[in-house]
């Protein structure tokens, strides 16, 4: 079991930064590959990174590469997810994921969610 707790999500104007965290708790943390992703209102939840337990592959969509960054602390059990030169695009409810077995990028893979965190870019 994984849980998971987002924070970090705010208001910011197109161009901006903000970086997200997500907090982890559960024995199996460190060995977990994780991921982000993303859902806007009447929009299908949406792959936004990933990467495996040891960090040296990372995956990214197309529409974030170049902006945004995944990373991991398994000492302090976190994830992080820096966003730079954000959008209005971007605006969504940002979710981090513990993942299991398949691909990267479809939330099938993942077996435990955390409950999101609102990011909202304004133009």
């Known amino acids: 079991q994984v849980q998971l707790v987002e924070s970090g999500g705010g208001l910011v104007q197109a161009g901006g930064s903000l970086r997200l965290s997500c907090a982890a708790s559960?024995?199996?943390?460190?060995?977990?590959?994780m991921g982000w992703f993303r859902q806007a209102p009447g929009k299908e939840r949406e792959f936004v990174a990933g990467f495996g337990w040891s960090a040296l592959s990372t995956y990214y969509a197309d529409s974030v590469k170049g902006r945004f960054t995944i990373s991991r602390d398994n000492a302090k059990n976190t994830v992080y997810l820096q966003m730079s030169g954000l959008k209005p695009a971007d605006t969504g409810l940002y979710y981090c994921?513990?993942?299991?077995?398949?691909?990267?990028?479809?939330?099938?893979?993942?077996?435990?969610w955390g409950q999101g965190t609102q990011v909202t870019v304004s133009s």
């Open positions: 559960g024995r199996t943390f460190s060995s977990s590959a």
């Open positions: 994921a513990a993942k299991g077995g398949g691909s990267y990028y479809s939330a099938e893979s993942y077996a435990f």
